[in-house]
Nanobody, 115 residues
Framework: QVQLVESGGGLVQAGGSLRLSCAAS????????MGWDRQAPGKQRELVAS???????NYADSVKGRFTISRDNAKNTVYLQMNSLKPEDTAVYYC?????????WGQGTQVTVSS
């Protein structure tokens, strides 16, 4: 019904930047909010950032001031600009879509930050 295609992950040195992209397709009219989660090995999956249909954004304390979530409605795409990356940011990043009745997520993209 709703599919999410992610791109932009990779390897970057500490202090560098990456921009993740997530393109949504399908029944996009049902999407209430979109965002990004991440999961590191042995860690719980956590919310990184989200943005509502009204444009309100929310961030985890660990990324405030460094990450910015945005969206392009014409392209049905959500972005996560990640600046001042730290090794602690290393994780698989998942695009998420909060629908009226359920949540969906993409397959994930690996972000690795070296020291």
């Amino acid at each position: 019904q709703v599919q999410l295609v992610e791109s932009g992950g990779g390897l970057v040195q500490a202090g560098g930047s990456l921009r993740l992209s997530c393109a949504a397709s399908g029944s996009i009219f049902s999407i209430n909010a979109m965002g990004w989660d991440r999961q590191a090995p042995g860690k719980q999956r956590e919310l990184v950032a989200s943005i509502t249909s009204g444009g309100r954004s929310n961030y985890a304390d660990s990324v405030k001031g460094r990450f910015t979530i945005s969206r392009d409605n014409a392209k049905n795409t959500v972005y996560l600009q990640m600046n001042s990356l730290k090794p602690e940011d290393t994780a698989v990043y998942y695009c998420t879509a909060n629908l009226v009745s359920r949540a969906v997520w993409g397959q994930g993209t690996q972000v690795t930050v070296s020291s």
